[in-house]
Antibody
Framework: QVQLQESGPGLVKPSQTLSLTCTVS??????????WSWIRQHPGKGLEWIGY???????YYNPSLKSRVTISVDTSKNQFSLKLSSVTAADTAVYYC??????????????WGQGTLVTVSS | SYVLTQPPSVSVAPGKTARITCGGN??????VHWYQQKPGQAPVLVIY???DRPSGIPERFSGSNSGNTATLTISRVEAGDEADYYC?????????????FGTGTKVTVL
């Protein structure tokens, strides 16, 4: 059973960089075949996809966040990470990491982390 | 960008059938996936590839997709089905492909 667990600071000051790590257990990022994603949910709101990384290191980001987002992978630790720069209060949200299954043009998230609340405040 | 529209809320009595719609332009040409999210919890995949159920998801959950509307159907609704439900597609049709989520539907069991 694949499990994902987010970790990182729960409080970030405005204009600073939000950094989170997702640790994967029960499966290897290096095995390929999946896209490892970050998704966020503003309080009381819907889901917003941030971006994904493949085990090879190739990335793809939501255009609305692309200028501030960096996702990286450390296959030796079976982890992938999110950095979001120049944060404001609008970046306050629960951040999830998730694994995306791919079948042709179809992609869905089959495993999710429990989520971590990040608050942007001075 | 591609937009998925869901009704904000659906109310259903126990034992009855709930139908949650997800509207999108020619959504029938895409694969639709559905997630259940209970308060304070991460989303859980309940339907993928329009109508397939992951292991562990009850047969009461089913999905369909045609034209401009995809539908998640919950039969014999139970109190434990009360949650928010989101549809999702991978939109490769635009200049900027990406994962798109629906606006979400809160299902209330009366």
């Amino acid at each position: 059973q694949v499990q994902l667990q987010e970790s990182g600071p729960g409080l970030v000051k405005p204009s600073q960089t939000l950094s989170l790590t997702c640790t994967v257990s029960g499966g290897s990022i290096s095995s390929g075949g999946y896209y490892w994603s970050w998704i966020r949910q503003h309080p009381g709101k819907g889901l917003e996809w941030i971006g994904y990384i493949y085990y090879s290191g190739s990335t793809y980001y939501n255009p609305s966040l692309k200028s501030r987002v960096t996702i990286s992978v450390d296959t030796s630790k079976n982890q992938f990470s999110l950095k979001l720069s120049s944060v404001t209060a609008a970046d306050t949200a629960v951040y999830y990491c998730a694994r995306a299954e791919v079948y042709g043009e179809s992609r869905w998230f089959d495993y999710w982390g429990q989520g971590t609340l990040v608050t942007v405040s001075s | 960008s591609y937009v998925l529209t869901q009704p904000p809320s659906v109310s259903v009595a126990p034992g009855k059938t709930a139908r949650i719609t997800c509207g999108g332009n020619n959504i029938g040409s895409k694969s639709v996936h559905w997630y259940q999210q209970k308060p304070g919890q991460a989303p859980v995949l309940v339907i993928y590839y329009d109508s397939d159920r992951p292991s562990g998801i009850p047969e009461r959950f089913s999905g369909s997709n045609s034209g401009n509307t995809a539908t998640l159907t919950i039969s014999r609704v139970e109190a434990g089905d009360e949650a928010d439900y989101y549809c999702q597609v991978w939109d490769s049709s635009s200049d900027h492909p990406g994962y798109v989520f629906g606006t979400g539907t809160k299902v209330t069991v009366l």
